[in-house]
């Protein structure tokens, strides 16, 4: 009887401590856990996961809408989980063999929003006037994470100067302004549309009139803009007081409409301005009749199609053709705490000028920061230059903010790059960047397609 006990405990110890049998695999699925999890690979529209199990076994990936089994029985787990949403949040348990769903290891990452993120990170420059006084056809693109140009990446179909240009959905839209016609500049109410993901052009219903040197806005699904002229001399076309709304997803081509604020809008051109929260800021720019340069600020609320009632603060000085760019950090930016700023960045301080472009100018290298919830615009640091009608775009991997181009004086466009803190924009210093512009200009546009 002994010697059959004997028999049967060697056999059961052999069991076990065999490589690959039935028993050891349930023993492995009852007690491993899963170790560490991470993302080997992410796109757009999928992630590769990996995690690691203590012992042998199988896994399984939990998410919101169901479970994905890693079937193979394995210390190291690899699983694709595909048809994903693009720049969307994520969480999903990893598990290993039969451990409880709240012993799993969690992971949350966010998809890419494209295969190219320095298409989505990178400042496009578009539009302007160059060396020759005619306006720029070229697209560049900078990507400051990795401080690279991409010159000529696209080209404008209809190239035009004092056109309003703003992002919309990811895509970029190219309105108004003026395009040369048999070697003179006329009002254009042209829109084109750019898609950088899919690197299409398409044309879209042309403005009910024209609009040189406005103020746009992108709010919601529609696109605003409001001020400025159809006439290249502002005397004999200023827009009183009347917004053009584009609803760019009705029909193929889109819809205009237009229609008068409920209270009065500045008319004025070469404001600077941007959209923040759904009201769009507009500051300085020209008066259309006398061609006098202002320092009044104001906001149109889109939902309530009136001009705020919060008394915005003026500029320090009177100035027309200056940068605007609207700072709004995210969650999902690397600093998501700095401050949201509307930053009015050089231009001219001359009036008397009713023509466009203007025949004269006077730039400045003043620099003036209006954090919301304050009450003033806030002296910031001056340009390295004097510049009239720079580009300038906020860079929030890299926590800076950057100024491209303008012109120094009248018809002499830059290519020099300034850059500055955004974390401490009042307390810093703009610093000259090693790399210029792959070409001069000056009345252009630096956007992001992510906000």
Known sequence: MKRIHLIFIIFFLTIINCGDTGLSNILGEESSKAEFAFVVKLGPNSAILSWNCSLPSKGSLYTETGILPSLNSSKTHFLEWDHLKADTSYRVILTCGSQKLEEGKMLEFRTWISNDPPKTRGIWILGGIGNTGEPIREVDLFDPVTDTWYPSITSIPTPRIFSSIVHHKSKIYVIGGMEVVGGVYVSSSKVEV??????????????????????????????????????????????????????????????????????????????????????????????????????????????????TSFGEPSLGESKH????????????????????????????????????????????????????????????????????????????????????????????????????????????????????????RYAHKAIRIDR
């Not at 860079?395 to 500055?420: C, H, Q, W």
């Open 194 to 307: 750019y898609d950088p993901y899919l690197n299409i052009w398409e044309t879209k219903s042309s403005l009910p009139t024209g609009s040189i040197a406005a103020v746009i806005g992108s709010i919601g699904d529609e696109i605003y803009i409001l001020s400025g002229s159809n006439s290249t001399d502002m005397t004999n076309g200023p827009v009183f007081n009347t917004i053009l709304k584009f609803y760019p997803e009705i029909g193929v081509s889109g819809q205009w409409i237009s229609f008068s604020s409920a209270s009065t809008i500045f008319s004025r051109v070469d404001m600077s301005g941007c959209a923040i929260n759904g009201v769009i800021f507009y500051t300085g720019g020209r008066t259309y009749n006398t061609g006098s340069a202002n320092t009044s600020t104001d906001g149109f609320v889109a939902s309530a199609n009136t001009t």
């Open 321 to 440: 053709g200056a940068a605007g760019v609207c700072i709004l950090p995210s969650p999902k930016d690397p600093f998501p705490g700095d401050g949201v700023f509307f930053a009015v960045i050089g231009g001219s301080t001359g009036s008397g000028n009713v023509f466009l472009p203007p025949t004269s100018i006077l730039p400045t290298n003043r620099t003036e920061f209006y954090q919301l919830g304050s009450s003033s615009f806030s002296l910031g640091p001056s340009l390295p230059t004097s510049l009239y009608y720079p580009a300038s775009q906020m860079s929030y991997e890299m926590r800076k903010i950057f100024t491209f181009g303008g012109a120094s004086s009248i018809n002499i466009p830059e290519d020099t790059v300034y850059s500055l803190d955004s974390g401490n924009p009042l307390g810093s210093a703009w610093v000259t960047h090693p790399q210029p512009m792959p070409r001069r």
